[in-house]
């Protein structure tokens, strides 16, 4: 299996910047789509952004597609989440996931099979 650790996190300022990583270990992180999923107190996890293995595919959540961009370095063993023009609305535990990239890559958390810890994303008004 697959090891996810999260970081980048913190607090920023509503129209900053922040690049979350996400450090896999464990497996070959070749072998799997990846994705970013968001928790805000109250509400469910919900989908922001998924990569394929080799980054030929990305998937958005429309509240933010164009604000911010998932890539990959396969070679590195890393993900990244590029996340520009942050709104208060932003403000989440993000967590990185991982699934075999022998099954479609989708937007659901239940298809996703490795998670890492969260990092928390705070972003003031």
């Known amino acids: 299996q697959v090891q996810l650790v999260e970081s980048g996190g913190g607090l920023v300022q509503a129209g900053g910047s922040l690049r979350l990583s996400c450090a896999a270990s464990g497996r070959t992180f070749s072998n799997y789509h990846m994705g970013w999923f968001r928790q805000a107190p109250g509400k469910e996890r919900g989908f922001v952004a998924a990569?394929?293995?080799?980054?030929?595919?990305?998937y958005y959540a429309d509240s933010v597609k164009g604000r911010f961009t998932i890539s990959r370095d396969n070679a590195k063993n890393a993900g990244y989440l590029r996340m520009n023009s942050l709104k208060p609305e932003d403000t989440a535990v993000y967590y990185c996931a991982a699934r075999n990239r022998a099954y479609y890559l989708g937007r659901q958390a239940a298809s996703f099979d490795y998670w890492g810890q969260g990092t928390q994303v705070t972003v003031s008004s």
């Open positions: 990569i394929n293995w080799n980054s030929g595919t990305t």
